[in-house]
């Protein structure tokens, strides 16, 4: 079955709408045919098709704008050339500011977290803490003060233990275990999972528009999907997509204190260590192990079977099978030439200052 989603979705709108809704001063055409474009949904720009409209504003990805399938897309003049056969192009000086504004028409609800219940008494007071909508399938434990959202779907053999809270239309699969005080919401998760103790899994992923005035927050309206047989160690937080989805791959497990941003993908088997940062839309391979303490910036992608040292910070992205190290990553044998070269400095300078002071 088909998950419904979990935000109500408006449209869809005519260009012509939307540009009188945003504040788009000048549609790329004054023919009906271009202001009469019906579209569906905002999607990114990988993943748009032609009922969609997108943004684009990051000459790094120009090639997946040209091939794009987008039905229209915001971006500036310089890029107008580029686009693929088909596309409406709407020129603005801000194309992401115009597409916020677009994500905030077509999701008017999607910066408010579903979590909450609708069995009410006369008095507005919850009467229970499992939704009547919710789906609890045969041989499914739900501990004391553990809260059951609306719509919410548990598998057999599941435990939600003690003050948990699982969100609006969250699924979780077979044989899994939330522990005390995990949140989880906007999330996918499949069997044989476990989440421990004050986990953060799906709330909104740190998406803003900066300006001089103040900085405009982005809806999240992706989700966080879990694999079969993943481990997600204590007060870890994973946020939930921005337009794509957060995805953590079959077997991969996560220790404590980790933070995984928005749109991430994890693939499976990987093992990632206590207070590692991965930034958002980062790429992470099958077998990958980060250290403790490492971190990964958005974007880049780490190869299958790569392995990242304790305590380092990769700026680029790793080829399979490599092992990095340092402050920036670089490869693992290059940083521990260096550490002993800078060693050997050190020690010739000691000995030369050692014998400097000497006395005669």
């Not at 719509?151 to 699982?166: N, P």
Request: hydrophobic share 35%; proline share 4%; aromatic share 6%.
């Amino acid at each position: 079955m088909e998950h419904p989603g979990f935000f109500q979705k408006s449209g869809p709108f005519s260009l012509n709408q939307i540009s009188e809704k945003i504040g788009l001063e000048e549609l790329p055409s004054s023919t009906a045919q271009a202001q009469d474009i019906s579209i569906d949904d905002v999607k990114p720009i990988d993943a748009a098709g032609p009922t969609d409209i997108t943004f684009f504003d990051n000459f790094k990805r120009l090639d997946e704008f040209k091939t794009s399938k987008a039905g229209a897309c915001f971006t500036i003049e310089r890029y107008q050339e580029h686009a693929p056969a088909g596309m409406t192009v709407l020129l603005c000086k801000k194309p992401n500011e115009l597409f916020l504004k677009t994500l905030e028409l077509y999701y008017p609800n999607a910066l408010r977290t579903q979590t909450t219940l609708s069995q009410l008494d006369e008095n507005n007071q919850v009467t229970s803490l499992i939704d009547p909508s919710a789906v609890l399938e045969e041989g499914v434990e739900i501990e004391p003060g553990a809260i059951i959202g609306k719509e919410a779907h548990i598998g057999k053999g599941t435990r939600i233990c003690a003050g948990a809270v699982i969100g609006y239309r969250t699924y979780i699969g077979r044989d899994c275990m939330v522990s005390p005080n995990a949140v989880v919401t906007h999330s996918l998760i499949g069997n044989n999972v476990t989440i421990h103790a004050g986990c953060a899994i799906g709330q909104d992923g740190f998406g803003y528009i900066m300006g001089a005035s103040g900085h405009k927050k982005v809806p999240q309206i992706g989700r966080v999907i879990i694999q079969d047989h993943v481990e997600i160690g204590a007060n870890t937080s994973i946020d939930r997509g921005a337009l794509s989805d957060t995805i953590i791959g079959e077997g991969t497990k996560i220790d404590n204190l980790v933070q995984i941003a928005h749109n991430v993908v994890i693939g499976c088997h990987a093992v990632i260590v206590s207070q590692t940062g991965i930034s958002g839309s980062a790429k992470i391979g099958n077998y990958v192990v980060m250290g403790g303490q490492s971190g990964a910036m958005g974007h880049i992608e780490i190869g299958d079977g790569a392995q990242i040292a304790a305590s380092s910070d990769v700026h680029k992205s790793v080829p399979a099978k490599a092992r990095y190290g340092g402050t920036p990553a670089k490869p693992i044998q290059q940083w521990f030439k260096e550490i002993i070269a800078v060693e050997k400095m050190v020690e010739t300078r000691d000995a030369k200052l050692k014998k400097a002071k000497k006395p005669e």
